[in-house]
Structure formats: structure tokens, C-alpha cells
């Protein structure tokens, strides 16, 4: 369990019997009143961003979770496919809904469409901001 003030960004919580991923946390304390703590969580199964203050007295249950490194195959009819990294017979499908406007800038499917400066030239490495499409600096080779 952790408390009101452990609950911080990049951390998992179970609320309601479904996982979110805090996305931001602020404590603060109202006038004379008890420390708060507010943040932003996301849905981890609908996309859903949220905000909830947790207070003083209350703790969280932190989520379990397991991560493992997946390979982007294709996408075909609204499902896009992965393979474990190294076991490629061990497939899964995602729906496009689950993945969301992410999935255009995954490779090997089809060049991410996205606003650049001019001197950025075509096979340029480029590092984009997932959450928003936007550009953030070119990568050096």
C-alpha cells in the first residue's frame, strides 16, 4: 500500500479494482487544512485520464505490474500485432482503440506524419513526443 504522498508520477495504483498510471501528483496544503495530494491518473485499460486528491489518511494499492519487451509486426483491419521479442510464435493483437493515436509512429507499419523544422532532411532520426505528436529534437546517428 502506499500512502498519500509516495503516490507519484510513473507509479501504478489500483483504484476501483482497475490499474492507473499517475501521470501527475502535486502535495499541497489548503489554508489550515490536512496536506493533499493531487494527481492525474490514466485508465490503463480505457485511456481515460482522471483527476482524484488523495488525502492524508488514505493509501493506495499499488498495482502489480509485469513488463516484457514486445515487437511490433503490423497492423491489419483495426488490430495491431506483436510477437515476444525473442519467441516470434508467441503472437498477441492489440485493438486500435487499446492502442490509440500512438500506433502511427511504431515502426515497421508506415512513416509517422508530424510538423518538423526545415532543416530537418529525410532519414534524420527524430525524437517525438508520443502523448501529443509533436516533435522534440532531432537524434544524433
Given at each position: 500500500m502506499l500512502s498519500y504522498n509516495e503516490i507519484k508520477p510513473r507509479t501504478y495504483v489500483v483504484?476501483?479494482?482497475?490499474?492507473y498510471e499517475v501521470l501527475s501528483s502535486h502535495v499541497f496544503r489548503?489554508?489550515?487544512?490536512?496536506?493533499?495530494?493531487?494527481?492525474?491518473?490514466?485508465?490503463?485499460?480505457?485511456?481515460?485520464v482522471m483527476e482524484y486528491s488523495?488525502?492524508?489518511?488514505?493509501?493506495?494499492?499499488?498495482?502489480?505490474?509485469?513488463?516484457?519487451?514486445?515487437?511490433?509486426?503490423?497492423?491489419?483491419?483495426?488490430?495491431?500485432?506483436?510477437?515476444?521479442?525473442?519467441?516470434?510464435?508467441k503472437r498477441f493483437s492489440l485493438t486500435e482503440d487499446f492502442i490509440g493515436t500512438t500506433g502511427k509512429f511504431m515502426k515497421p507499419s508506415?512513416?509517422?506524419?508530424?510538423?518538423?523544422?526545415?532543416?530537418?532532411?529525410?532519414?534524420d532520426i527524430l525524437r517525438i513526443n508520443t502523448e501529443t505528436g509533436e516533435y522534440v529534437e532531432r537524434v544524433q546517428k
Open positions: 483504484m476501483e479494482g482497475e490499474p489548503k489554508q489550515m487544512r490536512k496536506p493533499v495530494n493531487a494527481t492525474k491518473l490514466r485508465n490503463l485499460i480505457t485511456g481515460k488523495f488525502h492524508a489518511s488514505e493509501k493506495a494499492e499499488e498495482a502489480d505490474m509485469l513488463s516484457r519487451e514486445v515487437k511490433y509486426l503490423y497492423n491489419n483491419k483495426g488490430e495491431y500485432w506483436f510477437c515476444e521479442k525473442n519467441a516470434p510464435d508506415s512513416p509517422a506524419t508530424i510538423n518538423a523544422p526545415l532543416f530537418v532532411q529525410e532519414g
